[in-house]
């Protein structure tokens, strides 16, 4: 295991698409964490996917699940958690996220838009006009991705196993600017 960290938990944020699941397996795998997911948590909690939590619960419903499930995961350590897009918005959850280290996965909307393309498994983007509707959550969002520690910038052509070797090879930078 590789102790840098000593053990304080690493929260992937960043939109839809930005790539934090695969991100955060290989990441988990260069610290020798475990890997946990909020949304696959929140469907085995609720029995349900997220998109039929939407549907018959409603968002403010999938926004509290969220909330108990990395309120729950905050307890663990050695651990790389990817979050659900919208976990920023709730202050109540920085609380959480704050006590780990943050890195936000930030990519262009058509990247992101272009990976969502025919993808039904977001509610959110259940629109007539996805692309616009991307551009305004990010836009809504941005100020709060931001207070992340780390951020880091997809590259054209970098492959998820190279984005997490790059956050691996920052995290000791990031650390000394948290002291
Ligand atoms: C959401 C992102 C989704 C999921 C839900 C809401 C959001 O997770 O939590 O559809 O508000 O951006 P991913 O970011 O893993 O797609």
């Not at 629109?127 to 951020?151: G, T, V, W």
């Not at 196993?161 to 790059?166: F, T």
Request: charge should be negative; aromatic fraction near 8%; proline fraction near 3%.
């Amino acid at each position: 295991m590789n102790d840098i960290l000593q053990g304080i938990n690493v929260y992937l944020v960043g939109m839809m698409g930005s790539g934090k699941t695969t991100v955060g397996q290989e990441l988990a795998r260069h610290l020798g964490y475990r890997f946990f997911d909020t949304d696959t948590l929140i469907e085995r909690v609720a029995e349900k996917t997220v998109s039929e939590i939407f549907a018959t619960e409603g968002e403010v419903n999938f926004r509290q699940l969220e909330h108990q499930v990395l309120c729950e995961l905050a307890a663990y350590q050695h651990s790389v958690i990817a979050t659900g897009g919208g976990i920023v918005i709730r202050t109540e959850n920085w609380s959480y996220l704050r006590c780990g280290l943050v890195v936000w996965l930030d990519a262009p909307v058509e990247t992101l838009f272009d990976r969502l393309r025919g993808d039904s498994t977001r509610p959110l983007l259940d629109d007539r006009d996805p692309l616009a509707k991307l551009e305004a959550i990010l836009a809504a969002r941005r100020s709060k991705y931001e207070q992340a520690d780390l951020h880091v910038l997809f590259q054209d052509g970098e492959s998820p196993a190279q984005i997490a070797q790059r956050i691996f090879n920052d995290i000791p930078t990031v650390l000394k600017s948290r002291v």
